[in-house]
């Protein structure tokens, strides 16, 4: 089975400016995640899809960061504007249930 | 989400010793999950416990999870090069109707040859 996929896998940018990131999540997993990961931290969750629906973006900056997932598959991330604090690898996962998460290659975003 | 600590920060190790980090948390756990991150790749799952006293085996790795289900522990045994990366544990925490995971922030795993 095809896994997470993500694009870009890198990306470099300069403050104030805007990036999206894409997200297609494993066929049939309901549930998709997105993650910022600063380098030498675990991930950290920013928002959460069931389907199409929003179930958790308590932890994403939402005067700057938006996400949506079109009809409950394909996912975007969006950063605007970016600041230094951004760079980081962002990482899509997605699951089937509560057993395991699958996360995709990520996309490393340099903000300079 | 509630922290789950992880020690040591860093280990490096010659290749054929033996390597453990230690995940703990302040208050039971339903369950822990185990992560391994290459150098430049991505979490990949390695390892759900759910039973108190849970001890698991993959080949050299060893999961064991605590009789209080506070703490977690990965062991590998005779360490290889293919063993280097960054190793989370990740505990579950519900939310808003939601399932997520809280990581810790790993332990890297470094092999001399």
């Known amino acids: 089975e095809a896994g997470v996929a993500q694009s870009p896998r890198y990306k470099i940018i300069e403050k104030r400016q805007s990036v999206a990131f894409w997200c297609n999540p494993i066929?049939?997993?309901?549930?998709l995640y997105w993650y910022q990961q600063i380098l030498g931290q675990g991930p950290k969750l920013l928002i959460q899809f069931q389907n199409n629906g929003v179930v958790d973006d308590s932890q994403l900056p939402k005067d700057r960061f938006s996400a949506e997932r079109l009809k409950g598959v394909d996912s975007t991330l969006k950063i605007q504007p970016a600041k230094l604090e951004d760079s980081a690898v962002y990482l899509c996962?997605?699951?089937?249930?509560?057993?395991?998460?699958?996360f995709g290659p990520g996309t490393r975003l340099t903000v300079t | 989400g509630q922290q789950v600590m992880q020690i040591p920060q860093y280990q490096h190790v010659q290749e054929g010793e033996d390597f453990t980090t230690y995940c703990n948390s302040s208050t039971t756990l339903s369950n822990i999950q185990w992560y391994k991150q290459r150098p430049g790749g991505h979490p990949v799952f390695l390892i759900q416990?759910?039973?108190?006293?849970e001890v698991k085996k993959q080949k050299r790795l060893t999961f064991q999870f605590g009789e209080a289900k506070k703490n977690s522990s990965l062991h590998i045994t005779a360490t290889q090069t293919t063993d280097v990366g960054t190793y989370f544990c990740a505990r579950p925490y519900s939310g808003a109707g939601s399932y997520q995971l809280t990581f810790g922030k790993g332990t890297k795993l470094s092999v001399i040859p």
């Open positions: 996962a997605s699951s089937l249930d509560i057993y395991e998460q699958y």
């Open positions: 066929s049939g997993h309901a549930t």
């Open positions: 416990l759910v039973k108190s006293g």
